[in-house]
């Protein structure tokens, strides 16, 4: 069996990390499948080499191949300087309506951890990817388009806005909240998980934030009453298998410190997933190790979730474990689960050996620090 995946190398330490990474995902399928399975790389273009073949950051080719792909996986991708995308990773999200940014986030041994009990780490966050405040909607304080906008709001509606503001506006539909709720409560039917957690700032913005928790409760109603009760239902004696509850966002910043137990997998808008997500990824080792895929009904375009440090390109010093990780990720979307385990039971040995790039030894006690390249070797060597 063959299976096509797309890759875009990424900008900046994107090449390296790539490079690194992808004999570990190789020697992966082939110590666990032998020839029976194996991946067709297919390099697609984006970001600065792109620019550099074509005059664009993101080609019409790359954008029609991967419209009617299954898998993808990419490093990290700079913003255009000058004007145009403002993100080029953003704009992947719309224009291939990847609403579902999901974030596995989970403790290996030997990490040394800034929490006291990072074990108890072990959460899954769904993210909305596409509406919020990746929409994208603002206007620069003083320009045309933002005093139109707030004379409308005062006059019309009202408002209470400067005539000196800068403006942006966070549009959650219901359809748009219940497919990211949706997925997020599969995956917990699916994985025999206990809990899903609606994260929300409901309290204050009750027609945005609000509305994506009122929302979240009726499609769980609705779609799998079968499955979910609410921890009204489960205090008074409700016996179905998952939990949905609901968190207001700053207080499950403090839940994922001091009670991370009590939560696997998450739903939560745009915003509030950027900040959580990367909160509970400082718990376990930073964003070295921190994987992710964006998902549409159909393709799943697994990336680092780290930017692309620049400064730090060239010269292998950078973690491949991101992209290694979310090269996990796909082989478990996949099936392929042997594959998959062998490489996470190849980091907790690598990091338990204490040999580890430079972001990993500055956490751990004793490391001896090693590049970019030698960490995906020392990680083959393992598998």
């Not at 041994?109 to 994208?136: C, F, L, Q």
């Not at 933002?146 to 006059?155: P, Q, S, Y």
């Not at 996990?328 to 040995?349: C, F, P, S, V």
């Amino acid at each position: 069996m063959e299976k096509t995946v797309y890759y875009i190398e990424g900008d900046g330490i994107g090449p390296e990390v790539w490079a690194a990474a992808r004999p570990v995902l190789d020697a992966a399928v082939s110590k666990s499948y032998g020839d029976a399975k194996k991946f067709k790389w297919v390099e697609l273009l984006a970001g600065e080499k792109a620019f550099a073949q074509t005059g664009s950051y993101l080609p019409e080719e790359t954008l029609t191949t991967l419209a009617a792909a299954e898998l993808a996986i990419k490093g990290p991708l700079g913003t255009p300087v000058g004007g145009g995308i403002r993100s080029l990773n953003v704009a992947l999200r719309q224009i291939l309506d990847l609403y579902a940014c999901i974030r596995p986030i989970k403790y290996f041994k030997g990490i040394e951890s800034p929490v006291k009990h990072p074990e108890n780490v072990d959460m899954i966050i769904y993210r909305e990817n596409t509406e919020d405040v990746y929409a994208g909607i603002e206007y620069a304080s003083g320009t045309p388009e933002a005093k139109k906008l707030i004379e409308f709001l005062r006059g019309e509606l009202g408002a209470n806005v400067s005539l000196s503001a800068g403006v942006g506006i966070k549009p959650i539909t219901p359809a748009g909240s219940k497919r990211l709720v949706r997925k997020a409560i599969q995956h917990a039917v699916d994985k025999g998980e206990k809990s899903v957690t609606l994260v929300h700032k409901g309290n204050i913005m009750k027609y945005t934030e609000g509305a994506f928790r009122a929302w979240g409760y009726e499609l769980a109603r609705d779609e799998f009453a079968d499955q979910v009760m609410t921890e009204e239902e489960a205090a008074a004696g409700g016996a179905k298998p998952i939990v949905i509850k609901d968190r207001i966002a700053d207080s499950m910043f403090q839940q994922v410190l001091i009670k991370p137990q009590l939560y696997s997998v998450i739903a939560t808008t745009n915003l509030n997933g950027d900040y959580l997500s990367d909160a509970l990824a400082a718990q376990v080792g930073g964003l070295g190790l921190a994987p992710g895929v964006n998902m549409s009904e159909k393709l799943a375009f697994y990336e680092a979730t780290h930017g692309t440090a620049p400064r730090m390109a060239g010269q292998d010093s950078a973690n491949p474990g991101s992209l290694i990780l979310s090269g996990a990720m796909m082989l478990e979307h996949i099936g392929w689960t042997e594959a998959a385990n062998r490489i996470h039971a190849a980091m907790e040995k690598t990091i338990t050996a204490k040999r580890v790039p430079k972001d990993l030894a500055a956490q751990i006690n004793g490391a001896t620090t090693v590049g970019c390249k030698q960490f995906g070797e020392i990680l083959e060597s393992y598998l």
